[in-house]
């Protein structure tokens, strides 16, 4: 391949700066993350009563968002190491949105466990008294390990194109230039350390795969070991991966969107990206569907009486808005949308990605509140708002917070490192002229 | 035409009022006091009062009722024993003081009287239990046999009576299990019953102890009168616990086994891969430094 092709790569590609939109949406994501913090200082100086949660509702829209956390991080996981062990070629500019999306969603799970403790100058007592039969000390160990893995498929892949950022010294600014020379100055293009590069990701693709099916199958173990109606479910860690996959791969369309649409990216993330996404998202919403008919559908068709007043909430009562809304707009709307070749476009496959994600965060929602309202001993003697869960606004504003924290360090990553892999896409580009030549 | 209709329909409101005042004055309800006598292992006395009022064609139990205790005259202040309101459960459980034991020892014959003032919904009312002085002996003879005796104060001499119920039990759980099949026993010529002791094998404290109980209940004459023995009838209780047993639902540092194994066999797999890429890190390092 020419030089001035690469050149052309290597321009397109490189981390851009800000401009006026991107000022716009970094400064607008800092106020929410502020309105956040705000209001989790209230929290730390007031306690837990600042929020909704009581005797009953213990666990409400920070775990929900813990759980959508968790479950969008594992996109990192079924674009990267999926993908790239079933040998799939076009998921290439979409392994490092994918990743960055591992890694700051599993970030603020992290830290969203930590605001819903009361005192979370407590939280070493985990470590130290925490009892290795306990689902909730194997997801603290899963999220670490499930963290380090992701970052390590980040950094790898990024280190040939650390060397051509290292080389735009003076575009790159003081700050910039010391960061990429501290994280890849050694990087000389050696064919060992390409060798060994690669095949560091190959284990880490390979490693990725359990430990991902693990974080979320041990989330969906800290409801479905609890004996309540509507968590005391053997279907749980297949429904709860499987939603999981659809989430992220929601996500990534929407990244793949913005960033294409932003950056100027339309020769690098391409219709036939969205076609392919369009597709993958369809067969994901489907597989979910049919484990929410799996989830749903048999103990209705039963109806034991101590899960029928949790499962009619659901279908007719209180919770029915959200059920349906979140049912509708997380699978048959974008399974409706995407069916079609122009629903695969890239404007109409975003439109189906917002969807994916919005009524998957109500989702893990309805997973999570709905329950606790409903014990299997009914609930005597407790103040009328004990029997509903409507979230404060330092609730809100705590989880708008973090929402905002991950979309900032996706930001930020996109204006230090290059969103689509420089370095690789010249390869490719350079294989297929190759192939063409022939 | 309008101005009469007006007036009319005025007059016939007003018609009303009276029906409407009258409603206000609510009619206080009978209040029922029932006492009861207890004489505990001849070692302390306490009275029960309870207060009651029929609602809705039944006698319920009526909380909230200020009631005082008198011993024979509710009219001399010395005689005051004490007072109490009585619980949701419509009881008031009152211990007979030490300052009663003059007016006690007057007489063989006993009245306990409980009063209460009216209150907002009840009428005042009053109750009393006349009782006869009487105590109740429990020993074991010839093996596993239980004896029981009741006394009664004639004449400043205690003399057995006859033809009295009673039970004999053992204490168990919180309750009371009768010592064999038979309900109750009748005093006899002595005063006495004798019952045979056929729960073997009944769990004891750490000696095998048990407390066998006779109890006279609800008497119309002598009240509630029990006497405890203790018996090394009972099984030893040998004190056991899983506390330190390794099981899914023990403390810290005590799961089972297999957990421990598959658990840190796991982590230690996969952090040995993590702590192999992170060497391939330096060596990379180290192939840009040469």
Known sequence: MDKLKENKIVEDLFPQKFGKQGTIWVISLSIICAIGLFAYGRQ????????????????????????????????????????????????????????????SAITFASLIIIVDMGRPERFYNLFLHGRLQSPIIWDVIVITTYFIISLLLLYFPLLPDLKILIAFKERNGKWLQKLYVFLGSFWKNKPEQFKITDKA????????????????????????????????????????????????????????????????LEKYITEDHFDRMGKVLVMLALLYLYFNVNEFLVPAFKMKKSEEEHLLGLFTGEFAPIFWFAIFTAMFIPIFILLFKKGRKPLPAFIAGVLVVVGSWFKRFLIVT???????????????????????????AIAGGSLAGALLVITFFARIFPIIPIHETILETESHENEKHF | MKMKNIFKTVLFLLGFIPTFLNAQAVEKK??????????????????????????????????????????????????????GTTTERGELLLLVPASAKTEWSKSNNQTFVATSTATTLYDEARGELAITKAKLKIDTIDGKMVHAKLLVLIDSTWKPMVGIEMVLTVKRLGGNLNISETATYTTDTAGAVTGEFKRENLPGDNKGNLVLVANVIDNDIYGNLSAETTVPWGSKLIYSTNYNHRSLFARRGHSPFWLEFLAYGIILAVWVVIIYLVLQIKKIVKLGLE
């Not at chain 1, 999981?244 to 791969?249: E, I, Q, S, Y």
């Not at chain 1, 407790?382 to 609730?395: D, M, S």
């Not at chain 2, 292992?41 to 009631?67: E, M, R, T, Y």
């Open chain 1, 201 to 264: 990701i190959n284990i880490l693709a390979i490693a990725i795969i359990p430990v991902a099916f693990s974080i979320h199958t041990v989330t969906s173990w800290l409801f479905a070991t609890t004996y309540r109606p509507g968590w005391d479910s053997t279907n749980f860690g297949a429904y709860f991966i499987s939603g999981a996959f659809l989430v992220g791969a929601g996500g990534v369309v929407v990244a793949m969107y913005v960033f294409r649409k932003h950056y100027k």
């Open chain 2, 30 to 83: 009978i209040l029922v006091l029932g006492v009861k006598y207890y004489n505990d292992n001849n070692i302390s006395q306490h009275l029960i009062i309870q207060a009651k009022s029929k609602i809705d064609g039944k006698f319920q139990k009526i909380g909230n009722i200020p009631v005082k205790v008198f011993i024979n005259n509710e009219n001399d202040k010395n005689n005051f024993i004490g007072t």
């Open chain 1, 44 to 103: 730390l100086y007031y306690g837990l009563e600042v929020t909704a949660m009581r005797d009953y509702v213990s666990w409400g829209i920070y775990i929900s968002n813990f759980v959508f956390f968790v479950a969008i991080s594992l996109v990192g996981s079924l674009i990267t190491a999926v993908l790239r062990l079933t040998d799939v070629k076009w998921s290439t500019p979409l392994t490092r949105i994918a990743e960055i999306i591992a890694v």
């Open chain 1, 370 to 396: 709905p329950t606790l309202l409903h014990p299997f001993l009914p609930m005597h003697d407790v103040p009328a708002n004990y029997h509903h869960y409507i979230p404060t606004w330092e609730e809100w």
